[in-house]
């Protein structure tokens, strides 16, 4: 009895197992990287929503515009400083960086001060200032006492000539004992006012460099631009000698674009013409302006010559050596391009992709050629034309649903791929609001049964076995 109550124990599992082994078209997998998988955007990638639905999605539905633009010259370049939009600071004599004010990146106003050096050359001359100054002064107080002696004995000789007591002569050598004393006294109050000088003068050549140095050897360096801190070659505590590069600020308020352009293509540049450039860093976002300069010469080993457009850049978003796409617009008549939103545009693994209304309910992923771009919409070169309604805004959400009635996973990986192209051996009584049966369902519908014919076994086993006793019992001979 107990061997076929295994038997059926057995049966009963394996026909479990049978029922839930068509789960794996609901086989969750994490969401991987957004790519599309082929049949996204094969013939069979149409996806169906009711209008009901779509309207719970927030889709929203719009016709292909177009926009008048001019022709031009597309070619790859950069994003340079403008080298008079630049100032260097160097040190502008030997010291000590006692005080740093701002570090690399910072923004900064023409005038704020940068770092505070200390100076011992300064201070050196500030010494010998002051020693030539005390000497002076000692100087005009002797010569002022000895004027003042050299005065009254004057008007003594003066008033004794003029009582006829004193010689005319010894008049004439006070007076001219009073003059050289006031000669010596007007010298030394020179010499007085010329201490220092050599101070002064170093002081005056510091202030006119965006320098102010005081005498006690403090020197404070001054922005002379406003900018950003581009680089910083110095730390607080270092020392420093004359004309070491300390900071360059940089004003980028105003870029250069800068691109080779082949001789070939010569025609269709010219300063003061128009030029639009974008870059990867800010895609969508168009940035204007006009050529400044072209080189002179071709290069005779590359057959280009650089241009330079100047643009303007008050936010600051375009960087030195960033990377651009530069199009030299040319002063032909304007011809219609398609542009959808941006807003319309799934891009993933270098596609690019749009869903064009097919129907009342159907929406189908086209892949599309973009071209320019513009402020908030995107030319498209190939794929949907205008007039096509494509959708505008929640595309994400009619991409998950494409995924779902599809049954692939958002990564669009192999594996999603060959179950969604596998025929489906699960057979599905009342398919779920998504077209399947949720693998839940059918691992509680295998556990169900597999408990059931466990327990019918266990039964027609206990039957069997009582039949069996009762047969037994009634052929044993009467005693």
């Known amino acids: 009895m107990r061997s076929k109550a295994a038997r059926i124990l057995m049966v009963a599992v394996l026909m479990g197992a049978a029922v839930s082994a068509p789960v794996e078209a609901g086989d969750e997998r994490g969401h991987g990287e957004t790519t599309f998988a082929p049949q996204e955007v094969a013939g069979g990638g149409e996806v169906r929503i009711e209008p009901q639905m779509q309207r719970a999605l927030g889709l929203k539905v719009a016709a292909v515009g177009e926009r008048p633009v001019r022709a031009g010259l597309a070619v790859n370049g950069q994003i340079e400083a403008i080298p008079g939009r630049s100032s260097e600071i160097n040190a502008p004599v030997a010291g000590r960086v006692v005080r740093l004010q701002v570090q690399r990146g910072r923004a900064v106003r023409a005038g704020q001060p940068l770092a505070v050096l200390d100076s011992p050359e300064v201070r050196t001359l500030a010494l010998e200032a002051e020693r030539e100054r005390a000497q002076a002064r000692s100087e005009v107080d002797r010569l002022s006492a000895g004027v003042q002696l050299a005065h009254q004995n004057y008007e003594r000789e003066k008033e004794l000539v003029a009582l006829k007591i004193s010689a005319r002569r010894e008049f004439q050598q006070a007076e001219a004992a009073l003059r050289a004393s006031e000669a010596d006294l007007r ?70 674009a800068t691109a080779q352009v082949y001789e070939k293509d010569l025609g269709l540049v010219r300063a003061g013409r128009s030029i639009e450039v974008t870059t990867q860093s800010y895609p969508g976002r168009t940035f204007r302006g006009r050529i400044e300069s072209i080189d002179p010469a071709v290069d005779p080993q590359t057959r280009t010559l650089a241009v330079r457009a100047v643009l303007t850049n008050p936010e600051g978003l375009l960087k030195p050596q960033m990377y651009a796409r530069l199009l030299l617009v040319s002063d032909g008549a304007a011809r219609p391009v398609s542009v959808v939103p941006r807003s319309a545009v799934l891009t993933a693994d270098g596609l690019s992709v749009v869903y064009r209304k097919a129907g009342t309910d159907r929406f189908r992923p086209v892949p599309v050629e973009l071209g320019r771009s513009f402020e908030e919409a995107v030319e498209v070169r190939a794929g949907v034309r205008a007039g096509d309604e494509v959708v505008v805004e929640r595309v994400w959400q009619l991409r998950a649903q494409s995924l779902k009635q599809q049954g692939t996973g958002v990564g669009g990986d192999e594996h999603s791929q060959k179950k969604a192209s596998k025929p489906s051996t699960a057979r599905t009584a ?45 052929a044993l001979p009467k005693p």
Do not use: M, N, Y
């Open 187 to 256: 010298a030394a109050r020179s010499r007085l006012a010329l201490s220092g000088a050599a101070l002064s003068t170093r002081l005056a050549q510091l202030g006119q460099s965006g320098v102010r140095a005081r005498s006690d050897g403090t020197v404070v360096l001054f922005a002379p631009i406003v900018g950003v801190v581009a680089d910083q070659q110095v730390t607080a505590g270092e020392a420093v000698e004359p004309g070491k590069a300390l900071f360059r600020i940089l004003d980028a308020t105003q870029v250069w």
């Open 430 to 474: 009342a398919p779920g609001p998504d077209g399947e049966i949720p693998a839940w369902i059918w691992l509680a519908a295998a556990v169900a049964l597999t408990v059931l014919g466990f327990l019918a076994g266990l039964q027609v086993a206990g039957r069997r076995g009582g039949q069996s006793a009762g047969v037994s019992t009634g």
